[in-house]
């Protein structure tokens, strides 16, 4: 939501201000469901606002990170997002069906920008648009299974354990897929920081899962579940990001296929 107003001085620029990750615009998502949308706060914005040891780090609504001044015009929206351990920056919602391009995270489909369309804003749902170039599928498909990969294909499972780590025994009847990774090649590094560009999230290779490639054959399913890990998963790991753990933050699903309907 809105929040309260942060006051500025007066060699700044009026703007409005959303909480990180708000919704833009009001209306409804695709179940019905009414919105989050709370007017934004009318605020000065100032040099001292963008400096980095500011409570907040400052973007445009199309998630540009605003550096300096001039490139803010009065009236513009903005969101405020909060400089403390395990948060970053959040894609507002916008109205269902709106499209724009990401000009600053290079695209590897040549003359197409990487675009992001509003799916659902609860839960929060963009399609990705020209994220992966077909030479990225078709190397990700054959990397899954070749017997070079010390992670090639396998039943799935679940749990936090590597397969290295003595997590290839969790399989679960609730996970009924083939899944293997490619952790290191040039295309899943590409990738991933390519996710993480688009997410506005400095890359560090130690908060990266590897790139999963999963495959389900017909009647093969994986039931509704969460990405992210409980705080309490473990005992070997600090899975809270606010006391300086790390957890999944975001999901960004790739379809290396398509079925006809």
Same mark, same amino acid.
């Given at each position: 939501?809105?929040?309260?107003?942060?006051?500025?001085?007066?060699?700044?620029?009026?703007?409005?201000? +959303?909480?990180?990750?708000?919704?833009?615009?009001?209306?409804?998502?695709?179940?019905?469901?009414?919105?989050?949308?709370?007017?934004?706060?009318?605020?000065?914005?100032?040099?001292?606002?963008? !400096?980095?040891?500011?409570?907040?780090?400052?973007?445009?609504?199309?998630?540009?990170?605003?550096?300096?001044?001039?490139?803010? /015009?009065?009236?513009?929206?903005?969101?405020?997002?909060?400089?403390?351990?395990?948060?970053?920056?959040?894609?507002?919602?916008?109205?269902?069906?709106?499209?724009? !391009?990401?000009?600053?995270?290079?695209?590897?489909?040549?003359?197409?920008?990487? *675009?992001?369309?509003?799916?659902?804003?609860?839960?929060?749902?963009?399609?990705?648009?020209?994220?992966?170039? !077909?030479?990225?599928?078709?190397?990700?498909?054959?990397?899954?299974?070749?017997?070079?990969?010390?992670?090639?294909?396998?039943?799935?499972?679940?749990?936090?354990?590597?397969?290295?780590?003595?997590?290839?025994?969790?399989?679960?009847?609730?996970?009924? /897929? @083939?899944?293997? +990774?490619?952790?290191? /090649?040039?295309?899943?590094?590409?990738?991933?920081?390519? !996710? +993480? *560009?688009?997410?506005?999230?400095?890359?560090?290779?130690?908060?990266?899962?590897?790139?999963?490639?999963?495959?389900?054959?017909?009647?093969?399913?994986?039931?509704?579940? @969460?990405?992210? +890990?409980?705080?309490?998963? /473990?005992?070997?790991?600090?899975?809270?990001?606010?006391?300086?753990?790390?957890?999944?933050?975001?999901?960004?699903?790739?379809?290396?296929?398509?079925?006809?309907?």
């Amino acid at each position: 939501g809105g929040g309260g107003v942060l006051v500025g001085g007066a060699d700044g620029v009026p703007v409005r201000a +959303f909480d990180n990750g708000a919704v833009l615009a009001e209306g409804e998502d695709e179940a019905g469901e009414g919105d989050a949308y709370a007017p934004p706060a009318e605020h000065n914005l100032t040099a001292a606002d963008l !400096a980095e040891e500011s409570a907040h780090s400052w973007f445009s609504a199309d998630g540009r990170r605003i550096r300096a001044l001039g490139g803010v /015009s009065a009236g513009m929206e903005v969101l405020r997002v909060p400089r403390q351990p395990g948060k970053h920056f959040v894609w507002p919602g916008y109205a269902i069906g709106h499209r724009f !391009a990401v000009p600053d995270v290079q695209s590897p489909v040549a003359e197409r920008p990487i *675009e992001l369309e509003m799916y659902s804003r609860s839960p929060k749902v963009f399609r990705v648009h020209n994220f992966l170039s !077909a030479e990225e599928v078709r190397f990700l498909v054959k990397k899954a299974q070749s017997k070079d990969n010390p992670y090639s294909i396998r039943p799935s499972t679940t749990g936090h354990k590597s397969w290295t780590q003595g997590g290839e025994a969790e399989v679960a009847s609730t996970r009924t /897929s @083939h899944n293997g +990774f490619d952790v290191d /090649s040039p295309t899943a590094m590409a990738v991933k920081r390519r !996710a +993480f *560009e688009l997410l506005r999230i400095e890359y560090v290779e130690s908060l990266a899962d590897g790139i999963q490639i999963l495959r389900y054959k017909p009647k093969q399913a994986y039931i509704g579940h @969460h990405d992210y +890990f409980p705080t309490g998963q /473990s005992g070997d790991f600090n899975w809270d990001p606010q006391r300086g753990g790390s957890n999944r933050f975001a999901t960004v699903l790739l379809y290396l296929s398509d079925v006809s309907e």
